[in-house]
């Protein structure tokens, strides 16, 4: 399982951000994946996930109706597109997946593997 995150940036405030998370090693189809973000000093948060099965979606309260999760099995690639980013949205942005991660009510959870960071600055 390899993942990794791009599309990253600085961005002002408002702006919007498309991240990528491109698989391979494996079939993208069977697989939930989370977005997960870190800003310095503080703690990993999880942002969203979507599941293999029906496309279900999670979102963190602190970015439900700016962010929007999908998934393109073909391109074997799931994207965040972030809308109305905000100062404190500034974080390195990290995708997850495991073949027994799950997309539930609360987020993703499960064993699983991570792909290298990108870094998104919110800043003017």
């Known amino acids: 399982v390899q993942l990794q995150a791009s599309g990253g940036g600085l961005v002002q405030p408002g702006g919007s951000l498309r991240l990528s998370c491109a698989a391979s090693g494996f079939t993208l189809d069977y697989y939930a994946i989370g977005w997960f973000r870190q800003a310095p000093g503080k703690e990993r948060e999880g942002v969203s996930c979507?599941?293999?099965?029906?496309?279900?979606?999670y979102y963190a309260r602190s970015v439900k109706g700016r962010f929007t999760i999908s998934r393109d099995n073909a391109k074997k690639t799931v994207y965040l597109q972030m809308n109305s980013l905000k100062p404190e949205d500034t974080a390195v942005y990290y995708c997850a997946t495991g073949p027994q991660a799950v997309c539930g009510s609360s987020g993703i959870y499960g064993p699983m593997s991570w792909g290298q960071g990108t870094l998104v600055t919110v800043s003017s």
């Open positions: 979507i599941s293999s099965s029906d496309g279900s979606t």
